[in-house]
């Protein structure tokens, strides 16, 4: 008997994604500063507001696309929020821009996003007529935005990801430069990240930071689910969506987290009003 033997046996190794080499060399430990909280939204007003937009506009708009335009108007009424991390200081945007996560492909095997610039001066309508026509682009045209660089993650062995990501993210975020050489869009991840995981079938999904964006902020959305809740005292049947918020405490605490919720509460209650540009 050999004193040395394999340890796991494998059958082979499988060929990734840019994405999936990128995830690999994003994460790479757990010590990291993290928040998760969930906020349980009554979206009865919501989902009335989407029909009249729809049906007013001919847009179709989501839930998705209605976190991200109330997540933009929070952070612009809470601007302490909307800030980079650089050098051990806080600097602070000048304009509220939302990354929304999407599949680049039609079957959900590659990830893209796209930041929708000055997303708080913009009406839901804008905000997803923006992203459809982005997002045909995407799957007609390929990623050309971020084709660029994912074409060489895809090259790279999987150990120089992470170190390239962390030297990309100091040279665009620590030294604030940037080139069209790059390969990527100019602050290509915006004040704060959604991500649909109701899309996906599920209720409820924390997803994790990515560090080399600098972006201190994650929401996933999930799917609504009816579920028992008490307004104005009486126990009534609602629809109900769960908004999971990742957050970086070093840029936001809980009294920032306080105010948000507030805002966000009262934008889903009343958001014709809220939502008036």
């Known amino acids: ?25 994003t994460w790479r430990d757990a010590g990291d500063p993290s928040v998760y909280g969930m ?5 009865t007003h919501a989902l009335a507001y989407l029909e009249k937009v729809k049906s007013q506009s001919g847009t179709k708009v989501t839930l998705t696309h209605l976190v991200g335009t109330i997540i933009a108007r929070a952070i612009h009424r809470h601007p302490a929020i909307n800030c980079v991390l650089r050098g051990g200081a806080l600097h602070q945007r000048e304009t509220v821009d939302v990354f929304y996560q999407i599949a680049s492909d039609q079957h959900g095997q ?43 993650i895809g090259l790279m062995p999987g150990w120089l990801v992470g170190p390239f990501l962390t030297l990309g993210s100091f040279f665009l975020y620590g030294l604030n430069l940037w080139g069209s050489w790059i390969g990527s869009p100019q602050d290509s991840f915006g004040s704060c990240m959604v991500t649909s995981v109701g899309s996906l079938g599920l209720d409820m999904g924390f997803a994790p930071l990515v560090p080399y964006s600098r972006c201190p902020l994650l929401i996933a959305v999930g799917a609504v689910q009816d579920r028992p809740i008490v307004r104005d005292g009486q126990l009534v049947v609602a629809p109900v969506v769960r908004l999971c918020a990742t957050f970086d ?29």
Request: proline letters at 1%; glycine letters at 4%.
């Open 1 to 25: 008997m050999s004193l040395i033997a394999s340890n796991v046996r494998y059958k082979r190794k499988l060929k990734i994604s840019a994405w999936r080499k990128t995830a690999i060399g």
């Open 39 to 43: 906020l349980e939204i009554d979206v």
């Open 110 to 152: 590659d990830l893209s996003g796209m930041v929708i610039k000055n997303a708080d001066q913009k009406s839901i309508q804008q905000i997803a007529q923006e992203m459809e026509a982005k997002v045909q682009t995407i799957r007609s045209k390929g990623d050309i935005d971020y084709r660029q660089m994912k074409g060489l």
């Open 249 to 277: 405490h070093r840029l936001i605490d809980g009294m920032h987290a306080s105010h948000m919720v507030k805002t966000l509460k009262a934008c889903f209650l009343n958001p014709e009003q809220e939502l008036k540009t």
